[in-house]
């Protein structure tokens, strides 16, 4: 099944306790990206990245961290997490990056509570 | 920069009528796609409808169509037959085509009552 697959589901964690959220996809997709969601807010782009080793930022990438050193990962990192963090974390990919003319798939979503 | 507004933050409607959903938006851009995705308390998000601005026509797909108004730069979702399962948060959102983003509006609480 294509999917795009992240892990863990559901997170609670500390204050300054680095994590990784990662992101898998099986579609040979070379976009893909990390959005935030929040109440009131919707969701908003963390980073993206057009293919291997091509990464950058964007409408909120403060406190994370990202890299694609293979085509089908992209794990988000928090180095250092803090409450305003807590937040329900999707990745998504698509074929290319261009006009709409690939949808995004999404994962399923991350939960992330730091405490 | 583009933005995505969405003004009513909940709606309900009776099983079996229609409903619309608003939404406007802004870009300087001429070319450019809207979308309406639907998230269940699954929080998957799932996609809905999809629209070119560069065409004229309304999309549709089953149940769901839009009114689309280019000048007016509004994109609303009716759902017609409205059905239990149709109960979700709904997202405006908009891409230009600046590496794929999708500007998302806040998005509205849609409750179906039986």
């Known amino acids: 099944e294509a999917q795009v697959t992240q892990n863990p589901r559901y997170l609670i964690t500390v204050t300054g306790k680095k994590l990784t959220v990662t992101c898998s996809q099986n579609m040979n997709h070379e976009y893909m990206s990390w959005y935030r969601q929040d109440p009131g807010l919707g969701l908003r782009q963390i980073y993206y990245?057009?293919?291997?080793?091509?990464?950058d930022k964007g409408d909120v990438p403060e406190g994370y961290k990202v890299s694609r050193k293979e085509k089908r990962n992209f794990p988000l990192i928090l180095e250092s997490p803090s409450p305003n963090q807590t937040s329900l974390y999707f990745c998504?990919?698509?074929?290319?990056?261009?006009?709409?003319?690939?949808?995004?798939?999404f994962g399923a979503g991350s939960r992330l509570t730091v405490l | 920069a583009q933005t995505v507004t969405q003004s009513q933050p909940e709606m309900s409607v009776q099983e079996a009528e229609t409903v619309t959903l608003s939404c406007t938006y802004d870009?300087?851009?001429?070319?450019?796609?809207l979308f309406w995705y639907k998230q269940p308390p699954s929080r998957q998000m799932i996609l809905v409808i999809r629209q070119e601005a560069y065409k004229q026509q309304n999309a549709t797909e089953n149940r769901f169509s839009v009114n689309f108004q280019k000048a007016a730069k509004s994109f609303s979702l009716k759902i017609s037959d409205s059905q239990l399962g149709d109960t979700a948060m709904y997202f405006c959102a908009l891409d230009t085509g600046a590496n794929s983003k999708l500007t998302f509006g806040k998005g509205i609480t849609l409750s179906v009552r039986p």
């Open positions: 998504a990919s698509s074929l290319w990056a261009s006009t709409g003319a690939n949808v995004l798939t």
């Open positions: 870009t300087s851009e001429s070319n450019y796609y």
């Open positions: 990245s057009m293919n291997v080793e091509v990464t």
